[in-house]
């Protein structure tokens, strides 16, 4: 299930975070107050950001919207770095 929601915490540093109001959506292993799935507008929770900072690889997993059906395709193949990141991510929490 993907639900949408809108957070407090530190601003989206990504490619998308230049537009307002932009989207993404985080498509690493659940952890403390984040999900699979998550949409996130315009900024990430704090945990999450945390996290990037810790683990720059968790990037990978924080795709613009209009990239979630790749981003999901790519959780398939093993080869992909969306893949391995995924992995690796879980391995580390």
Known sequence: ???????????VNNASSNKQNSRV?????????VRHGRV?????????EELRKEKPY????????ADFSKGVK??????SLIYQSYIR????I
């Open 1 to 11: 299930m993907v639900t949408t929601k809108k957070t407090k915490n530190s601003d």
């Open 25 to 33: 959506v985080y498509l690493g292993p659940d952890f403390k107050t």
């Open 40 to 48: 996130y507008l315009n900024k990430l929770p704090k945990e999450l």
């Open 58 to 65: 968790v990037n990978n997993l924080i795709l613009p919207i």
């Open 74 to 79: 790519s959780l398939e193949d093993k080869t």
């Open 89 to 92: 991510l879980r391995k580390d």
